[in-house]
Antibody, heavy 122, light 110 residues
Framework: DEQLVESGGGLVQVGQSLTLSCAAS????????IHWVRQASGKGLEWLGR??????????SYAASVKGRFTISRDDSKSTAFLQMNSLKTEDTAVYFC?????????????WGQGTLVTVSA | QAVLTQPPSASATPGQRVTISCSGSSSNIGPNAVSWYQHLPGTAPKLLIHNNNQRPSGVSDRFSGSKSGTSASLAISGLQSEDEGDYYCVAWDDGLTGPMFGGGTKLTVL
């Protein structure tokens, strides 16, 4: 079965850093881009950014809300993607999801992880 | 902040039909396909509709999608209690150069 598992969430203080991992199994990991999405408590889903494939030079793009603070990377040899989060703020408290592949022509994310909770305390 | 506009809430009684709208622009819904997700607490979002009106295998035919111009909608017929949850539309945004979510609609089955 195709599966994504996020890890690395936890409690951190304002200003600290945290790196989340997204481990994949059952799919050709390197064949699609990886996106990160989050949901803060009581709020909606928010797209954070993506990293493309090696064929696209691992190009990245980010939402304005996290650009400059968050960095997405991937290690295709380990079928794992990462979300490095720096200068964390209380408003970054959320459940973070990774997704594998966005089908542009049909407009949907192909595979989702179950999410990992990040809590940023003041 | 979402630029795909959804009503924050919707409600109906069991057996009724409910429609959730998603309003966008010429940089997202206008030129690009729309998908719809159901999201329940503690779970990954579940794909209900892709490519505006296509249901993935295993999704009930009570769910249907449509798109016209820069707006899309999700209809749920024969409403059931297990349909309660949050619903999101998604479309690629050419300005963002990434997928964009609607603000979400909380569906309550009365």
């Amino acid at each position: 079965d195709e599966q994504l598992v996020e890890s690395g969430g936890g409690l951190v203080q304002v200003g600290q850093s945290l790196t989340l991992s997204c481990a994949a199994s059952g799919m050709r990991f390197g064949g699609s881009g990886i996106h990160w999405v989050r949901q803060a408590s009581g709020k909606g889903l928010e797209w954070l950014g993506r990293i493309r494939t090696t064929a696209n030079n691992f190009a990245t793009s980010y939402a304005a809300s996290v650009k400059g603070r968050f960095t997405i990377s991937r290690d295709d040899s380990k079928s794992t993607a990462f979300l490095q989060m720096n200068s964390l703020k209380t408003e970054d408290t959320a459940v973070y999801f990774c997704t594998w592949g966005f089908d542009f022509w049909s407009g949907y994310f192909k595979i989702w992880g179950q999410g990992t909770l990040v809590t940023v305390s003041a | 902040q979402a630029v795909l506009t959804q009503p924050p809430s919707a409600s109906a009684t069991p057996g009724q039909r409910v429609t959730i709208s998603c309003s966008g622009s010429s940089s997202n819904i206008g030129p690009n396909a729309v998908s719809w997700y159901q999201h329940l607490p503690g779970t990954a979002p579940k794909l209900l509709i892709h490519n505006n009106n296509q249901r993935p295998s295993g999704v009930s035919d009570r769910f249907s999608g449509s798109k016209s111009g820069t707006s899309a909608s999700l209809a749920i017929s024969g409403l059931q209690s297990e349909d309660e949850g949050d619903y999101y539309c998604v479309a690629w945004d050419d300005g963002l150069t990434g997928p964009m979510f609607g603000g979400g609609t909380k569906l309550t089955v009365l």
